[in-house]
């Protein structure tokens, strides 16, 4: 049954991360959006653990058995992953607010964190009515998934580091929002145009099959280092 539901999760990530990718972009336009001075991070919405994804394998051609070994290969990926990440104590969540908060203060922002509960990986549905934060807008992150993706088996599609994250930015005084946009670190299918962001994948943190991921687990933390780094930065530059 585990295995099951993890074709199931394999499935909806894929088809996540590419309808993520198409998703209309709305501009921040600091003229309309009036003063905005201190921004509130939201707790994001973001998965528990790394994704270990080869989005095109020998097993998709042979059914329901074929997923299920392909979905069980997976989730030894994904262990290992995780297992090498919190061997250098890589964590995700700080990563992105860490980052983030960064950005936006390079922007001239003051930032402030504040607290949510999230009860789908989505944006909110309502946001802080209080605001006892004292803060002008609220930014709303999804992150969609992270970690590493190869789009098939051939020795030209190796695994590279994948971070995809939906932004809004809302008025805290009413709710409308100001901006909302996809970062797209390694778009899964670059031959659909989108008016999102996209940043390409750094070639030093190529790995032409999984094993040479896991036997050199410094350069695949380097590897997502990068590629949160690239796309916090992203985030802070959609609000200049």
Known sequence: MKTIIRVGAAIAALLMLAACATKPAIPFDSTSAG?????????????????????????????????????GMQEARESDLEAILNSKQFVAHDKLIDGITASLEAQGYTVRKVAVTRAERDFMKAYPSS????????????????????AGIASGTPYRPIVVTQVRL???????????????????????????????????YSFPDFSDLENDPNRTVEGLDVAFAKSTEAIGTLLR
């Open 170 to 204: 809302v008025s805290a005084r009413d709710s409308s929002v100001l901006m909302e946009d996809v970062v797209y670190y390694n778009r899964l299918n670059s031959s659909i145009e989108t008016t999102n962001v996209t940043i390409s994948p750094d070639p030093a």
């Open 35 to 71: 003063e905005i001075k201190t921004i509130g991070i939201l707790t994001p919405s973001m998965p528990d653990e790394p994704s270990a994804i080869l989005a095109s394998s020998v097993g998709q051609s042979f059914g329901l058995v074929g997923a299920l070994i392909d979905a």
């Open 131 to 150: 605001n006892t934060e004292k803060v002008d807008a609220y930014l709303d992150l999804v992150m969609s998934g992270y970690g590493y993706i190869a």
